[in-house]
């Protein structure tokens, strides 16, 4: 069997896409033109709202295997398309979306100002957010989009928390 190739890890520039580039683009949706943050936090969107009706234990044990999916696959991922970040591994935005919705009321208006916090504070990215893109591998990938999550969560927290109007 040494000579046979792996069909697990696709050659940068290869037609077929490994197991771990389907996973990190959300099966090829990371490749969709123009802006593939905003499609994975979409995604993030999508995954999450449905797990917010089932209650916070089941949002939260799906968002830490969300972004330990992530963690495992976007560095591989990032070395097969021999990129150290590149823009079509959105799995690390899905995971930063997932924490961002963590615990927040069933409600479209709280959605949305969630995820217009998390793609500015992914975009813009903060002092301590640009900080952790600088980690190794997938582990720089996936810190600073879950950072970014934490950060919009908590930012909407406050912002409710301290204005009756919103």
């Not at 949706?29 to 802006?35: H, K, N, S, T, Y």
């Not at 409600?107 to 600088?134: S, T």
Request: net charge positive; with cysteine.
């Amino acid at each position: 069997m040494s000579g046979r190739k792996s069909r697990a890890a696709a050659k940068p520039g290869s037609p077929t896409p490994s197991v771990a580039q389907r996973v990190a683009t959300a099966g090829g949706l990371g490749r969709v033109p123009g802006a593939p943050g905003t499609v994975g936090s979409l995604v993030g969107v999508a995954l999450g709202v449905p797990l917010l009706a089932l209650g916070w234990p089941v949002h939260l044990a799906a968002t830490v295997a969300v972004c330990g999916a992530a963690l495992a696959v976007s560095g591989r991922a990032a070395a097969e398309l021999g990129q150290p970040d590149p823009p079509q591994v959105i799995i690390d935005e899905i995971a930063g979306m997932c924490v961002a919705l963590w615990g927040l009321p069933l409600q479209w208006y709280d959605v949305g100002a969630v995820f217009l916090l998390f793609r500015l504070f992914d975009v813009v990215k903060p002092a301590p957010i640009l900080r952790l893109e600088r980690l190794p591998g997938g582990l720089g990938i996936v810190a600073d989009d879950i950072a970014a999550g934490l950060l919009a969560r908590v930012t909407w927290w406050l912002l409710k928390a301290n204005f009756d109007f919103l």
